[in-house]
């Protein structure tokens, strides 16, 4: 879930200001949505009480952004590419608490320390492993093609999210 979310929150900032031409702060304005989508579902995700629907939502969401990358063009009206940043804001939100939530209920008490620590491990190896797919995508520039071979790998990855969540035993006890 992260490489996906880092993705978007490095590679396609760079697409909004390389391919499609906007200023920083312009580009700052258009992910403003998925920073406030985050904010509000990371508030809205620590006071819910299941596991598995909010990273459902969060897995199926990123599919929908995924492919939103995938259509996006120079050309893609506004509302678009802010619907893009909060269809990433969304999950980023409710993944954050997810993941927080499950560490805690299943790793044993004595241990809770260590999981911890390997879930922000795990979300390091994502913006590590997202870093280097931006740079295969987009060389030298960003492009439309960069971006869409993103889109397309975070669709895929998101995918496999949204099935490994929904098949989870542990979680579909914790709905």
């Known amino acids: 879930s992260y490489l996906v979310v880092y ?7 760079q697409w909004l200001e390389e391919a499609r031409g906007l200023s920083s702060l312009h580009t700052g304005l258009v992910m403003l949505p998925m920073s406030l989508a985050a904010l509000a579902c990371s508030l809205l995700g620590a006071r819910t009480k299941g596991i598995r629907a909010p990273l459902s939502i969060a897995s199926v969401l990123l599919v929908a952004g995924s492919a939103l990358l995938f259509f996006t063009s120079g050309g893609t009206p506004l509302a678009v590419l802010l619907l893009a940043g909060a269809c990433f804001g969304i999950p980023q939100g409710l993944m954050g608490t997810g993941n927080q939530a499950a560490v805690q209920s299943f790793a ?10 390997l879930q922000r491990t795990a979300q390091y190896i994502g913006a590590i492993a997202a870093s280097g797919l931006i740079g295969l995508a987009y060389g030298q ?5 960069g971006l869409h ?3 397309a790998v975070g669709a895929v990855l ?3 999210l949204v099935a490994l969540t ?3 035993r542990a979680l579909r006890a914790r709905t």
């Not at 993705?7 to 900032?13: A, E, S």
């Not at 044993?108 to 620590?117: E, K, N, Q, R, Y």
Request: charged residues 15%; proline residues 3%.
């Open 158 to 160: 998101a995918l496999a």
């Open 141 to 145: 520039r960003a492009d439309d093609a």
């Open 108 to 117: 044993p008490a004595d241990a809770i320390g260590s999981a911890a620590g």
């Open 7 to 13: 993705c978007v929150m490095y590679g396609f900032t």
């Open 149 to 151: 071979l993103m889109g």
């Open 166 to 168: 929904l098949t989870d």
